[in-house]
């Protein structure tokens, strides 16, 4: 499976972004997707995923309400619309995949497939 994030950019707080991953390799909607992101010198954290069966959602507590995850099967892409931007979202956003997980499981135990980070940078 291959990833490809796309999206990131500056923005000043309080404004939205939308983050896209194209998924290629095998069949889309047999697997989670999700996004992580890594602040710099902090370690990497879940933000949101979306089951591969029923398309129910699951969030990190800080983007609760604010971030929205989406997948369209048809174009192998999720999405990830960012709204009310905080500084403290500033970071490198990575798409992810794990094969047949719930978006709660996937946010305990991560993701077997990943792409390449898209930065993110949200000024105060």
């Known amino acids: 499976v291959q990833l490809q994030a796309s999206g990131g950019g500056l923005v000043q707080a309080g404004g939205s972004l939308r983050l896209s991953c194209a998924v290629s390799g095998r069949r889309f909607s047999s697997y989670a997707t999700g996004w992580f992101r890594q602040a710099p010198g902090k370690e990497r954290e879940f933000v949101t995923a979306?089951?591969?069966?029923?398309?129910?959602?699951y969030y990190a507590e800080s983007v609760k309400g604010r971030f929205t995850i989406s997948r369209a099967n048809a174009k192998n892409t999720v999405y990830l619309q960012m709204n009310s931007l905080k500084p403290e979202d500033t970071a490198v956003y990575y798409c992810?995949?794990?094969?047949?997980?719930?978006?709660?499981?996937?946010?305990?135990?991560?993701?077997?497939?990943w792409g390449q980070g898209t930065e993110v940078t949200v000024s105060s």
């Open positions: 992810a995949a794990r094969y047949r997980t719930t978006a709660q499981t996937m946010g305990v135990i991560g993701a077997d497939y």
């Open positions: 979306i089951s591969w069966s029923d398309d129910s959602t």
